[in-house]
């Protein structure tokens, strides 16, 4: 595929973090520090990596659904959108190229890890209005539901599932962090 042809992931980075605030954190979580690097930086460049074409929404928006809008209407004419929340610092770049590919063939794509449905949730061109249109604080989850089946891939990343909403979210990435760069599996 060449880079026309690829799905922009749109990292979601306009949240407000109040879990994160609540639980003792500083800050946006976003920003926390993570090994060293602010949480977004790695989900960034997690990205970079993939090779995939991508668009950070930092925007100030009332909710997720109308962040997600925003982003899908500056990329209109993707083939496609992986939807990645920017406090997903682990998810594997081949996790992202993936999934990506799954969209050549299925409208809606998501990574499972151990049962668990993870992030970025794929949606094809077939989506794009419904995707535009979405306002308000939930995201694209009422899409998932009846439109069009949801075609599950199993993978071996925990990243797709591990979010930071508090502090101890963020302990526990440092410390997944720390034993994958002991006993690398890539």
């Known amino acids: ?16 973090g109040t879990r994160f605030l609540a639980s003792g954190g500083e800050g946006s979580k976003l920003q926390a520090l993570l090994a060293g690097r602010p949480v977004l930086e790695w989900t960034v460049d997690a990205v970079r990596r ?8 930092q925007g100030a928006h009332a909710g997720m659904g109308d962040s997600i809008a925003a982003a899908v209407r500056t990329h209109a004419t993707a083939p496609g959108w992986l939807i990645l929340p920017g406090d997903l610092p682990l998810v594997a770049p081949q996790t992202l190229r993936l999934i990506a590919g799954q969209l050549a063939s299925h409208a809606l794509v ?3 890890f151990q049962g668990r449905r ?3 949730v794929g949606f094809s ?16 989850g009422a899409l998932l ?16 599932v591990t979010d930071i909403d508090t502090v101890s979210d963020l302990q526990e990435a440092e410390r997944a962090m720390r034993s994958k760069l002991r006993d690398p599996i890539e």
């Open 118 to 120: 993870g992030h970025p």
């Open 1 to 16: 595929m060449s880079m026309p042809d690829l799905p922009v992931v749109l990292v979601l980075a306009s949240g407000r």
């Open 50 to 57: 993939s090779g995939l074409p991508m668009h950070v929404e």
């Open 110 to 112: 998501a990574p499972v």
């Open 125 to 140: 061109r077939l989506f794009g209005e419904r995707l535009m249109a979405l306002q308000g604080p939930q995201g694209a």
């Open 145 to 160: 539901a009846g439109v069009a089946p949801l075609h599950r891939v199993a993978v071996e990343d925990a990243g797709v």
